[in-house]
């Protein structure tokens, strides 16, 4: 008898979004007798909060952008077992992984489990994670693993809203309209629609996909990149780069020192937001029409290795 596939899936997810849209990735994997899913939480000693209190928020970007491990609790695994596939969702903090996924990518017991595999990345944030795949291949990378998909989901409403309404959901826990301005976070079209993707992960662990090291999410849109967001992300992870370097010198997470400069961090973002952005928004959409051919090309490059394209959308439809 043919032992079933044995599918990881290494799970962090503050506000809970990421843990509904991988409760739609999984479903159809554990409903069938071919495969057996395992999920693990990712547990730091220190809990990060939710709602997230605003200078617990603020404090956490040095180590994000320094990619700063913390102290994470050991996974309930022995140390032997094997896994056929890994799936690993994340959260974007300051265009970065997160910390408790960071962290956990540079255990020893991440090197143990995830050397040799192949691990499929799911997204989910408000719309920037260019600059947070690429330190997430980096991390795969130093480990051994094998990026061989990535799905990224991403709020549908505009960068001015989601300026709004993402803060507002993280700092106060409120996540419906108001003043006119939409939900915050995915829609449940969106959340619903990732089914797709555990039925697709059916098929491709049944006939042995995964061993290939090619991509098994093709042509069901799994990714979507908006590529005039990169000098925005580039900006941005070199200011978290050099503010967080030196408020990290004046003491650990929580060092009450940090907190005069973080404040004028947060001074210095507002103005940067209220007075760069909109300058650089339209420098952008002057020079967009001359541009075209090189935006296409980072859109396909982001796209990797899942692509945009739609051709098997109507195979793997969500049941009704």
Not at 121 to 128: L, S
Request: net charge positive.
């Amino acid at each position: 008898m043919t032992p079933p596939k044995r599918v990881l899936i290494l799970l962090y997810s503050q506000t809970g979004q990421l843990t509904e849209v991988v409760e739609q990735i999984i479903a159809p994997l554990q409903v069938d007798p071919a495969i057996e899913v395992h999920v693990q939480m990712l547990k730091p000693v220190k809990h990060f909060p939710y709602p997230w209190p605003f200078f617990e928020f603020m404090d956490a970007f040095p180590e994000s952008a320094l990619m700063r491990p913390c102290p994470m609790q050991a996974l309930d695994l022995a140390d032997d077992i094997e896994f056929d596939l890994v799936i690993l969702p994340y959260q974007v903090w300051y265009l970065a992984p997160s910390i408790p996924v960071m962290s956990f990518l540079k255990s020893d017991q991440a090197k143990r489990l995830l050397k040799g595999k192949p691990v499929i990345t799911v997204i989910a944030c408000r719309n920037m994670w260019f600059k947070a795949q690429e330190k997430m291949q980096t991390l795969l990378s130093d480990i051994g693993a094998h990026l061989t998909d990535n799905i990224a989901l991403t709020d549908p409403n505009s960068t001015l809203a989601t300026l709004i309404t993402t803060p507002r959901w993280l700092w106060f826990g409120k996540k419906t309209p108001f003043w006119g301005l939409p939900a915050a976070g995915l829609t449940e079209a969106q959340v619903r629609g990732t089914r797709r993707f555990g039925l697709a992960l059916c098929t491709a662990l049944r006939n042995g996909e995964e061993k290939t090291g090619k991509p098994m999410l093709q042509g069901l849109q799994a990714v979507n990149a908006n590529p005039h967001l990169l000098a925005s992300e580039r900006a941005g992870t070199h200011s978290f780069r050099i503010w967080g370097g030196w408020i990290s010198k004046l003491g650990p997470p929580g060092a009450p020192q940090r907190k005069p400069m973080l404040a004028l961090y947060t001074a210095f973002l507002i103005l940067l937001i209220i007075c760069v952005v909109p300058i650089s928004l339209s420098v952008q959409m002057l020079l967009r029409p001359f541009m075209k051919q090189k935006f296409a090309t980072l859109k396909e490059s982001f796209e990797l290795p899942s692509g945009n394209a739609s051709h098997r959308m109507n195979a793997f439809k969500e049941p009704l």
